[in-house]
């Protein structure tokens, strides 16, 4: 059970174990590989997006995660513990954001649902298309419309320049890429989001004490020594982009203990709004739990995405916070 510390007793204590578990963590992991040329892409993903803006108080750019981090057992990885998640939600959000005029930064899992094509079914691929005259291939009459639609939306996000996909496969690339995105998008200030629906995972074998090679069987039973995955919410609220607008997701099986979760999540880490989910009702329904209110957001429509109504409830919620937060600096 995760405890709360309301009390200041104690705080800088904890504060100061947390940077040495960040920075033990960060130091310890193998190097992020294509660092420079992910460092360059955001770069310039954030400046055209500035300049595409009316004035720089105007830009909107949303950090969405996406997907399971995997935990290596061997640095020369053959297994590895994975977490759950689909990579749906992120997909979705990420469609409805751009939609809404956000550009986003699709920080996701290699393999999982990517925005645009989360519909069109991975296995069954090859069966949207067939051969037509010669050697041509067309799309078939029966998912004409969804391939469509798929391929236009993707390429107008794309070429507008408002969607930027980085990916990543184990823990250590994903808090390594949040880090970079977040100094990254500090600069964006109030008109920065993240929205952390990735399921990160919550221990993890150091690098350094990781097996090199493939482990034996032939060892007999495993002993292994995983450390918890230190909470970066707060380095990223506090230090790495701290005026941003910051969304966290609460993932629980037992209904009783969800909400209840989703508060402490809210005030141990200082999140704005953190969406409280069901495993097996979270595609139908979501509760977002802010300081003063608890609002359940439901798809109206088997067919429709419950994403649609939260995104758009978000949104509201940004742009409330933006506005108090001019309103705040115009009386510094
Ligand atoms: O992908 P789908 O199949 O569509 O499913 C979507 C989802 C259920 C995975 C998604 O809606 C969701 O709930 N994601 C969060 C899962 C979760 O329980 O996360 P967590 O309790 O491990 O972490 C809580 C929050 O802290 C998350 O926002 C996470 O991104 C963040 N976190 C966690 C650990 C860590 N070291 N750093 C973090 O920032």
Redesign the pocket.
Known sequence: MESVNNSMDGCDDIQGVLSTEVKSFFDSAPPLKDYDHFSEKLKLFISQNFQRSENQNSTRIVCV????TTVPLEQRCVRYLD????????ATSTEYFIKSGYAVIFLYRRG??QPYSRNLGEETFLEYFEPSKGTEIQVRQSHDEEVKNAVRDYHTAAEKGMLLKLPFTT?FEY?QL?KLVALSMKCIGSGGIFY???????FFVPWDSMAEHKIQSSGGPLDMRLIP?????SV?RNEWAPSAFYI?????TDSEILLNKADM?LKK?GMHAV?A?E?TT??EE?VVVTSNKKITVRRCHQDEDVEKPLIELLIMQHSQYIQQKQLGNAYL
């Open positions: 995660t996406s997907g399971g977490n759950f998640s689909s990579g749906h939600r992120g999982t649902c823990i808090l949040l952390l629906a990735a399921a990160a995972s919550d995955v230190p909470k970066l919410l990223l966290s997701f609460k993932l629980e999540a880490y969406v989910n495993l979270r595609k979501v």
